[in-house]
């Protein structure tokens, strides 16, 4: 099934933030990413629809297996896409935002074979 990358980074975010602080609501995602409290409503609503979170009755988030996959695996990209290019000198911001980017775009196998080629510590 293709993702978009808006839902793909919804994903990211999610893990990220309960990797931080062990739990996930809406209002968290908002803050995170900068958006508006309904337009996160609506984008958890998707999610939810399409099998990728779960939402308990306190308002928790919770990703399924697949939305774990999904966020896992942009995650990883991010990552080492971020500590690539400051290896080379790109400053924070930059290589971050630039990561951003280029983790959606990459498929599998150019992926994979970067990370052969180019082993990055801590990632």
């Known amino acids: 099934m293709q993702i978009h990358e808006s839902a793909e980074d919804y994903l990211e975010s999610i893990l990220v933030i309960g990797q931080q602080k062990g739990s996930v609501r809406s209002i968290d995602v908002a803050q995170?990413?900068?958006?508006?409290?309904?337009?996160v409503s609506r984008a958890v609503g998707l999610l939810r629809e399409n099998g990728y979170l779960t939402v308990d009755s306190s308002g928790f988030l919770k990703l399924?297996?697949?939305?774990?996959?999904?966020?896992?695996?942009?995650?990883?990209?991010?990552?080492?896409?971020?500590?690539?290019?400051?290896?080379?000198?790109?400053?924070?911001?930059?290589?971050?935002?630039?990561?951003?980017?280029i983790e959606h775009a990459i498929s599998a196998e150019s992926f994979a074979a970067m990370k052969a080629h180019f082993p990055i510590e801590n990632v």
């Open 32 to 39: 995170y990413m900068g958006f508006s409290k309904p337009s």
């Open 64 to 101: 399924t297996k697949s939305g774990l996959e999904i966020a896992d695996r942009i995650y990883e990209r991010h990552q080492f896409f971020s500590a690539w290019l400051m290896s080379l000198g790109v400053p924070r911001e930059t290589a971050v935002r630039d990561a951003c980017r």
